[in-house]
C-alpha cells in the first residue's frame, strides 16, 4: 500500500512537473491570429474594381493594410511598399490621373501602371498578406528538416 | 513514512527540474543535426540524388558543377563549399582580399578613445566573440546582437550609435570576426532557458514562414532550394550561413553586416523588412546562427 501510494505521487508529481516546464512554444505557433476576419474573404470578388468599383476596393485595401503593417506583413513589390501604391491611387484619383508612377528605392519612375491595376494589386496585396500569415502558421513546419519536412 | 515520501517527492522535483533545466536547447540540437544530416544527404552526389533533391538540373551539370561528398564543417564556407566555378572565383579574388583596410579600420575603430577617455575595450575586453553573439540576456528578456551591443556601448560611454548596416558598424565586426577567426573560434550560441528557447522557436518560425507576394520563405531558398541556380548564381545553404559575416559583397562594393543580407533576402521575398533592431530580426539571427554551432568562424569574407 504505502509502495504504491509513493508510486502514485511520484507519477503525479513527474507530470506535472512536466507539463509546467514544457516549452509553450508549440502554443504560441499554433495561435492563429483573425486579422479582422480575413480569412473569409475573396480576393478575386472583394478587389475586382470592375464589380466592386476603384473606392470601394481602395478602401478594402486601406482597412486591410494597415492591418499588414500592424504586423510587419506589409508586401511590397519593385521597391514600392504597398502603402505607398494606397497613396498613389490617392493622389492620382484627386487629380484625375488615369495611372500611377512606379517609383525604385531612389524614387526614380521605373514604369507605370493603370489606377485599376494599381488598385486591385494593392486589395489583393493587403488581403493576401493577412491570408498567408494564417495558413503560414499551420503549414510552416512542413520545410523544416526532421520534422515535418521529408525527403 | 509520510517523510519518507515527502523525501522521495522533493528529490523527483529537483531532480526534474535540474534535468529540465540543462535540455533548454534540446530542440534546437535536433534541428541542427537534422539540417546537418539533410545538408550532408543533398550535397553527398547531387546527380545520384538528383530525383530526391535536384529535378530541375542537368545531368551535365551536376556531374561537373558540384564538389561531392561534403561533411558538416565543409558548408562554413557557403555556397563555396559545394559551387566549383564559384569557388574558384572566390579564390582567385581572395589573394587580394578587398577587406584587408576595413580590418585594419576595424582595429582602429576598437581602440580609439571615445570622448570619456574609454574605448571599446571597456565593453568588449575579449575581441574574440563574433561565435558567441546573438546572445539571449534573460536580465532583459530578449536577444541581443553583436550589433546592438555595439551600439550600446556607443550609448552607455554617451557617443552617438552606428547605423546597423554598413560602415563603422561592418567594420568593426570585421575587426572582431577576423580576430575570432584567427583564434580558431567555433560558433557557439547558447541556449539557457525557457525564454531563450522561444526565442529561438520564434526566429525558426520567422525562417520557415512564407512571405511577401512571392510567397517564399527563407527556406524555400536556402534549404529547398539550395544548390539550385537562380540566373547564373547557387543558392547558398543556411548550414555555415552565418559564419563569415560581416561580407564584403561584390554587389554592394563594400561591407555589409548580416541585418544588411537578411534586410535584402526579405525584400527579395516581397516583403517589406523588420528594421535591424527589431524582435523579428534579432530572433530570426538568433536561430540562424545555432544553425552553425559548432563551425569555424571564417569572417570577414567575400561574396557576389
Request: some cysteine.
Amino acid at each position: 500500500m504505502k509502495k504504491q501510494l509513493k508510486q502514485g505521487l511520484m507519477l503525479v508529481s513527474t507530470a506535472l512537473l512536466l507539463s509546467a516546464c514544457a516549452s509553450d512554444s508549440e502554443k504560441m505557433a499554433m495561435n492563429i491570429p483573425s486579422y479582422g476576419g480575413v480569412a473569409d474573404l475573396k480576393v478575386k470578388n472583394v478587389c475586382n474594381v470592375e464589380n466592386m468599383g476603384v473606392k470601394s476596393v481602395l478602401a478594402s485595401a486601406t482597412k486591410y493594410n494597415v492591418l499588414a503593417i500592424q504586423n510587419d506583413l506589409e508586401f511590397m513589390r519593385l521597391g514600392m511598399r504597398n502603402s505607398q501604391y494606397i497613396s498613389a491611387i490617392n493622389a492620382a484619383l484627386k487629380s484625375g490621373d488615369t495611372n500611377i508612377t512606379i517609383l525604385n528605392k531612389k524614387k526614380k519612375k521605373t514604369g507605370s501602371v493603370s489606377l485599376e491595376y494599381a488598385t486591385w494589386r494593392a486589395c489583393a496585396f493587403a488581403i493576401s498578406s493577412l491570408q498567408q500569415a494564417q495558413e503560414a502558421k499551420t503549414t510552416w513546419r512542413l520545410a523544416v528538416p526532421g520534422d515535418g519536412y521529408k525527403y | 513514512m509520510l517523510l519518507n515520501i515527502v523525501k522521495t517527492t522533493t528529490l523527483l522535483v529537483l531532480s526534474t527540474c535540474i534535468l529540465h533545466a540543462g535540455n533548454f536547447n534540446a530542440q534546437a540540437e535536433k534541428d541542427r543535426l537534422a539540417l546537418i544530416d539533410y545538408f550532408e544527404a543533398k550535397f553527398d552526389d547531387p546527380l545520384k540524388n538528383r530525383n530526391t533533391f535536384f529535378p530541375y538540373s542537368t545531368d551535365e551539370e551536376l556531374k561537373n558543377a558540384f564538389v561531392t561528398g561534403l561533411k558538416h564543417q565543409d558548408f562554413a564556407k557557403g555556397n563555396y563549399a559545394f559551387n566549383k566555378d564559384g569557388k574558384a572565383q572566390y579564390e582567385e579574388i581572395k589573394e587580394m582580399p578587398p577587406y584587408e583596410d576595413d580590418i585594419d579600420e576595424g582595429e582602429a575603430l576598437y581602440n580609439k578613445t571615445f570622448s570619456n577617455g574609454k574605448s571599446f575595450a571597456s565593453c568588449f575586453p575579449n575581441t574574440q566573440i563574433a561565435g558567441d553573439y546573438p546572445k539571449y540576456v534573460q536580465e532583459e528578456q530578449k536577444v541581443l546582437t553583436l550589433g546592438i551591443a555595439i551600439n550600446n556601448c556607443l550609448l552607455k560611454n554617451k557617443e552617438k550609435k552606428w547605423k546597423m548596416s554598413k560602415g563603422k558598424m561592418a567594420k568593426l565586426q570585421a575587426f572582431f570576426a577576423y580576430e575570432s577567426m584567427e583564434a580558431n573560434k567555433d560558433v557557439a550560441i547558447q541556449i539557457n532557458s525557457k525564454e531563450a528557447a522561444a526565442a529561438y522557436e520564434r526566429g525558426k518560425e520567422y525562417y520557415y514562414t512564407q512571405r511577401g507576394y512571392l510567397k517564399l520563405s527563407c527556406a524555400s531558398c536556402h534549404i529547398q532550394g539550395a544548390g539550385q541556380r537562380v540566373r547564373n548564381e547557387k543558392l547558398s545553404q543556411l548550414l555555415g550561413q552565418t559564419t563569415h559575416f560581416p561580407v564584403y559583397r561584390l554587389k554592394w562594393n563594400g561591407l555589409g553586416t548580416l541585418e544588411r543580407r537578411m534586410v535584402g533576402c526579405i525584400k527579395d521575398e516581397g516583403q517589406v523588412p523588420p528594421s535591424a533592431e527589431s524582435k523579428y530580426m534579432k530572433e530570426l539571427l538568433y536561430f540562424m546562427a545555432y544553425m552553425s554551432n559548432g563551425m569555424k568562424i571564417d569572417g570577414p569574407d567575400i561574396r557576389k
